[in-house]
C-alpha cells in the first residue's frame, strides 16, 4: 500500500466524529461533507511526520474550515430565513430525491440527521455568530478544552471561555415565567402539537381557549386565506389545514415563552408564538416575514 493509501487508512475512523462536528457548526449536511473532504485535502498534503494526535489535528482543522465558511456566509449576509417554502413544505408525503452520490443528499438520511441533533437546536445555532458557535459546540458538545479552541477562534482561553458563556447563554434563553410555570406551558403546547400532527380535531379543541385567535403573516397562507381567525372551531379547522406541516415543527423559546419553530432542513422557515393563560392556548401568531423572524429571541426550551 502507497503512502496516501496508509493516510486514509488512518483518515477514516475519524470521518464520522468531524462530520458530526462539522454538521453542528454548519447546520448543512451538504456543507459538512465539504468540510471533511477539505480537512482530508489538507491531510493528504501534510507531512504528518510531526502529527504527534491525529484526532486532534483533525478536529482543530475541520474547525477552522468550519470558521471560515461561517464566516464567508455573514459576510455575504446570506439570509437563512424566510426564503421561500420548499417544495417538501407544500407536499409533506413527497419526500423522494433523485441519484445522489452523497449521504447528505438523501432525504431520509438527512431527515435522521436532523432529529439527531434536534430542529430547534440548529435554529438557535443559526442566531450566534461564528465563533460562538465553534466555542459552544466544541466546547459544549463535543468536550473540547478551552486551551484547544482558543487558537481556533484567536482569543485567549479565557476570552473563550466567556464566549463560550455568551453562546450557552443565548442557547438556553431566558424564560419570562417560573420554572413551573414554563413546565405547564410546555405541557399545553405539547399536547397542541401532538393534536395538530396527528389531525385529533377533538384533542386541539381540548387545549384551545373558546375564544382562542390565530394570525398568520400572508407568506405562509393561501392567497386570500384570512390572516386573522377567531374561535375554538375555526382555528381548529385552520390549525389542522396546516397540521401536516407541524411534522417539521419543535418546541422552543419565542421571546422567553413557549412557541415552535418550523425547520425543513434545519434552518428556520417560520415560527408560531404561542400564547397560554389558564392551561389552554389562547393565541398564536404564524410568523414567516423574515424581518420579523430575523427580529425573534430565540432559545432552546428545556423539558
Not at 173 to 186: I, Q
Not at 239 to 248: I, N, P, V
Not at 265 to 293: E, M, N, W
Amino acid at each position: 500500500m502507497d503512502e496516501q493509501g496508509r493516510l486514509a487508512e488512518r483518515f477514516e475512523p475519524h470521518r464520522s466524529h468531524l462530520r458530526a462536528i462539522a454538521y453542528r457548526m454548519l447546520g448543512s449536511s451538504s456543507d459538512a461533507d465539504d468540510a471533511v473532504q477539505e480537512a482530508w485535502l489538507r491531510l493528504s498534503r501534510t507531512d504528518t511526520s510531526e502529527v504527534a494526535n491525529l484526532a486532534g489535528w483533525l478536529t482543530t482543522v475541520v474547525s477552522r474550515i468550519c470558521l471560515d465558511m461561517l464566516r464567508a456566509r455573514a459576510a455575504r449576509r446570506e439570509d437563512l430565513v424566510g426564503q421561500q417554502l420548499p417544495d417538501d413544505l407544500h407536499h409533506p408525503d413527497n419526500d423522494q430525491g433523485g441519484a445522489h452520490n452523497r449521504p447528505s443528499d438523501d432525504p431520509e438520511h438527512e431527515a435522521l440527521l436532523i432529529d439527531s441533533v434536534g430542529r430547534a437546536l440548529l435554529v438557535v445555532l443559526d442566531t450566534l455568530t461564528p465563533a460562538e458557535r465553534i466555542a459552544f459546540v466544541l466546547h459544549d458538545l463535543f468536550a473540547v478544552p478551552f486551551q484547544q479552541v482558543a487558537p481556533i477562534v484567536e482569543r485567549s482561553p479565557t476570552a473563550t471561555k466567556k464566549l463560550a458563556s455568551r453562546a450557552r447563554h443565548k442557547v438556553r434563553g431566558t424564560p419570562v415565567v417560573s420554572a413551573a410555570e414554563l413546565a405547564r406551558h410546555r405541557h399545553v403546547l405539547d399536547a397542541f402539537l401532538a393534536a395538530a400532527r396527528s389531525g385529533d380535531m377533538a384533542g386541539l379543541l381540548a387545549v384551545l381557549a373558546p375564544d382562542v385567535v390565530r394570525r398568520a403573516d400572508p407568506a405562509v397562507l393561501p392567497p386570500g386565506a384570512q390572516t386573522e381567525v377567531r374561535g375554538a372551531q375555526a382555528v381548529a379547522k385552520h390549525t389542522l389545514a396546516f397540521g401536516r406541516k407541524s411534522k417539521f415543527g419543535a418546541p422552543a423559546l419565542i421571546n422567553g415563552a413557549v412557541g415552535i419553530v418550523v425547520a425543513p432542513h434545519g434552518r428556520l422557515l417560520l415560527a408560531v408564538a404561542v400564547t397560554v393563560q389558564d392551561d389552554q392556548v389562547t393565541a398564536y401568531d404564524v410568523i414567516a416575514d423574515p424581518a420579523r423572524l430575523r427580529g425573534l429571541d430565540l432559545a432552546l426550551l428545556d423539558r
